[in-house]
């Protein structure tokens, strides 16, 4: 017998949101969080059965320019119940990796968000697409940050205050991306408040779901309840090529003290570094590169749904 359960829901996209999809900040409508995949009894469950390594456990403070504050902790063998608790009751922030792609009952609703996606723009020909799932306390925030994949935020529950900015300085500075993709840093954005006044600011309720440009930084900030989002990270040939170019700029500045200024995807000069690219990374995958540890992965607390924050912090050694 086919399954029918999943035709109850789906987008709304208006002729606006289909036109500006990828390239500039659009929000749509959608009725996947009516799914009780999205209840506390489902996530709850989905946490104890999920990969513990695909988890990250972290907090962060209230200042929205001192990304430095996050960092990661420990659950311990809370349950996946009481782990939500400390969520809604402390200030954390939960990131169960590619559980909408990997986990039996959560790829039905990625394939079909997925599948909107593609009727919304022909043109959008994903090469990889993840997805998981973040759950987060009511105070939590993201800092200013800018990914290297294509990127939509379908939200699920809570309220949620999104902003994005342009693409380009002084908002971004494509070195930041190109060290990105080196694995110099992390995607982490030094953020100046002023900002804000170029911003394009929406707050995400259930139901909503934001999408942007390639590579624009952006910002969350919690407004009430217990938060449940759903970020696309996918690669298009198109965000490939840009990062490819973005990636040569770096092994030229980095092996060869050149500084290159075009990050055009153009010409005969963007020719030479989509090869080089190529080369870089067929050597990385023959022999490999140097292992390096994850930015803020130490556990400096242990999550505990009683104390204030929802966490212990611990002892210095």
């Known amino acids: 017998m086919r399954d029918t359960y999943m035709a109850r829901f789906s987008s709304s996209w208006t002729d606006e949101a289909r036109r500006k999809f990828r390239k500039q900040p659009v929000v749509i409508r959608h009725s996947y969080h009516e799914h009780h995949a999205f209840s506390d ?97 009511p105070t939590a925030q993201v800092f200013l940050h800018s990914d290297v994949s294509e990127t939509m935020l379908w939200h699920m529950r809570g309220v949620k205050r999104f902003r994005t900015y342009p693409p380009r300085l002084p908002y971004l500075n494509t070195d930041d991306v190109e060290a990105v993709l080196h694995k110099d840093k992390t995607e982490d954005i030094d953020f100046d408040p002023a900002w804000d006044a170029d ?26 309840g217990v938060n449940v989002s759903v970020p696309f990270e996918i690669s298009t040939p198109q965000s490939r090529l840009q990062n490819s170019i973005l990636f ?56 505990d749904p009683n104390a204030p924050d929802g966490f212990v912090n611990r002892q210095a050694a």
């Open 199 to 224: 911003a394009f600011t929406v707050d995400l309720h259930p139901g909503m779901a934001a999408n942007w440009p390639l590579h624009g930084p952006h910002r969350i900030e919690n407004q009430s």
């Open 41 to 137: 009894m489902a996530l709850a469950a989905l946490i104890e059965r999920h990969p513990r390594d695909l988890i990250d456990f972290c907090t962060m403070g209230d200042d929205a320019t001192d990304h430095d504050s996050w960092r990661a902790g420990d659950p311990g063998a809370l349950s996946g119940l009481e782990l939500i608790e400390a969520v809604r009751r402390g200030k954390l922030w939960i990131n169960l990796r590619h559980a909408m792609d990997r986990d039996p009952e959560y790829r039905p609703i990625y394939e079909a968000m997925l599948a909107d996606m593609k009727k919304a723009d022909p043109s959008f020909r994903p090469l990889v697409a993840e997805a998981g799932i973040l759950i987060s306390s």
């Open 248 to 303: 040569a700029n770096g092994v030229l500045r980095r092996s060869l003290g050149y500084r290159p200024r075009s990050t055009s995807t153009e010409g005969l000069g963007a020719l030479g570094k989509r090869l080089l690219t190529a080369m870089v990374k067929l050597k990385i995958k023959l022999f490999g590169e140097p292992e390096r540890a994850m930015p803020k992965s130490e556990r400096t607390f242990d999550i």
